[in-house]
Nanobody, 121 residues
Framework: QVQLVESGGGLVQQGGSLRLSCAAS????????MGWYRQAPGKQRELVAT???????KYEEFVKGRFTISRDNAKNTVYLQMNSLKPDDTAVYYC???????????????WGQGTQVTVSS
């Protein structure tokens, strides 16, 4: 089995910063793309940013210039550095990873349990 465990959420004032981490563990053979999504109350889950194993990144427009996604392949961990936070960034943040388990022929998506980020005005 594979698990994704997130950490780093919390309450921060507008303009502040937080750093989220998500560590994958278990019977991992390889990890493809990793990413962060978020879901605000009453809204659908939306993509925030993704990163490939080689470090290529993509960001949604609403976080460009403020958030930075990175990963440590040796630690099977993905990070999200969030700066200049706004109240609109308040949401539960989920990490996602496309992982191939040992002894399995195909990869599949896994999700973390989510971590709450609250930005006060």
């Amino acid at each position: 089995q594979v698990q994704l465990v997130e950490s780093g959420g919390g309450l921060v004032q507008q303009g502040g910063s937080l750093r989220l981490s998500c560590a994958a563990s278990g019977r991992i053979f390889s990890i493809n793309a990793m990413g962060w999504y978020r879901q605000a109350p009453g809204k659908q889950r939306e993509l925030v940013a993704t990163i490939t194993p080689g470090g290529a990144t993509k960001y949604e427009e609403f976080v460009k210039g403020r958030f930075t996604i990175s990963r440590d392949n040796a630690k099977n961990t993905v990070y999200l550095q969030m700066n200049s936070l706004k109240p609109d960034d308040t949401a539960v943040y989920y990490c996602n990873a496309n992982i191939k388990e040992r002894f399995r022929s195909i990869s599949r998506d896994y999700w973390g349990q989510g971590t709450q980020v609250t930005v006060s005005s």
